[in-house]
């Protein structure tokens, strides 16, 4: 099997690397369960609300060449919408079984070359995930409506303000934010 080193960008100088490379994206981990199915699907009214939890997470996986791996881990839980109104009018909100659960962790290898210590994590954190979430929006769209639902389309996501939020949080914390 014969392997070929990647085109020199326009403009860059002969054997200059690329700061941000994507070695591989992967589907790590992915499940999806409908515990009251198949009664499930001849019960259901109204569209489901779903919950959508994201957490982005990296560490190094070789110290010498900058070699990282990246994951994006999404879980969607799914119920029905509304319960009756109550005697005042209001809807009550009662989650009760979840009809699905999707958990999808996609992730990636990615090779940082000569990029400043100060600026590993926004590129681990900010940069990486977004080239890694329009795969994972698209297999858990996919999954879900396979799995008989509505498809699951996830909303673009800031990842500065996630990233900026954790940081915050661990700081607040005492705590210093590692990648």
Sequence with gaps: MSQTAPAPQAGAP?????????????????SFEVPGAPAIFSQLKAQPQVNINLDV???RLEEAQHVYEVSLV???EAHEGTAPA???????SDPGAPLFVAELTYAGVFT????????VEPVLLVECPRILFPFARNILSDVTRDGG???VLLQPID????????????QGAGQTVTA
């Design 14 to 30: 002969a054997g200059a690397q690329a700061p941000l490379v994507v070695n591989i994206q992967y589907v790590k981990d992915l």
């Design 57 to 59: 997470g990296a560490r």
């Design 74 to 76: 999404i879980r969607a």
């Design 86 to 92: 109550n005697g005042n009018g209001a809807a009550q």
């Design 112 to 119: 940082l070359n000569g990029l400043p210590d100060n600026a």
């Design 149 to 151: 639902f509505p498809p």
């Design 159 to 170: 990842f500065v303000a996630l990233w900026q939020a954790r940081r915050a949080q661990v």
